[in-house]
């Protein structure tokens, strides 16, 4: 899809609060700092967009971007992160529970990781989570550039291999920096929404 117009909408506490106009959502989910924020700018050439800061207030919303006037990108709060609250921990993980459970809209779950990282407890929660709930999930193996190109195939495989996917489950390598897999993202992406190009 060609890019024409990105803009946040709202950072969203609670249900009520989301988009009404139901077009369709791609939601970037993910542990802090795997990459959600920069990604999300990259795709949408947007550098600033979504704010890339850690700071644990920010990612404890749900923040809408509008692409195009006819879907939204949906920044979803990043799990894991280590200095907050327990409580407020919970109360995001519910946030990010319904959401995924019952969001009518939401079409195509991106899911990161860190290429280098073994995944997490909680990444295969949220795998689970979206075979539940029937929603297709694209697997991106963030920040790629800091893994050599020799060893780059290797480490697609471990992350396959850890989190479980099928055969056919798709897994791209990305770099915000050296733009490595944007272009296969966006035509999975396009393939998910049923675009073909344009
Ligand atoms: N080397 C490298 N660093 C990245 C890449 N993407 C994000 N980062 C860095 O990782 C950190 C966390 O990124 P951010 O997008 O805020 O992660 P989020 O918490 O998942 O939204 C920031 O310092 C980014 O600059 C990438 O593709 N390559
Ligand atoms: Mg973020």
Request: charged fraction near 25%; charge should be positive.
């Amino acid at each position: 899809m060609r890019v024409q117009s990105a803009r946040f909408v709202i950072s969203a506490a609670q249900p009520h609060q989301f988009p009404k106009d139901g077009r369709p959502e791609i939601a970037f989910a993910g542990r802090s700092n795997a990459g959600k924020s920069t990604l999300l700018n990259t795709l949408l050439k947007k550098p600033g967009l979504a704010k890339t800061s850690k700071t644990p207030g920010k990612t404890q919303l749900i923040n809408f971007f509008d692409l195009n006037g006819k879907f939204y990108f949906v920044d979803l709060p990043g799990y894991g992160y280590a200095k907050v609250a327990k409580t407020i921990k919970r109360r995001w993980q519910t946030l990010i529970t319904r959401y995924v459970a019952e969001r009518e809209p939401l079409f195509l779950t991106v899911l990161l990781v860190d290429a280098r990282h073994t995944p997490t407890k909680q990444d295969h929660e949220m795998i689970d989570l979206l075979a539940e709930a029937e929603i297709p999930a694209l697997i991106v193996a963030t920040k790629i550039d800091k893994v050599k190109s020799s060893q780059r195939q290797q480490a697609l495989a471990r992350i396959r291999k850890e989190l479980e996917l099928d055969e056919d489950a798709i897994i791209v390598g990305s770099s915000s920096i050296s733009k490595d897999g944007l272009r296969e993202l966006w035509a999975a992406i396009d393939e998910c929404l049923g675009l073909r190009n344009g």
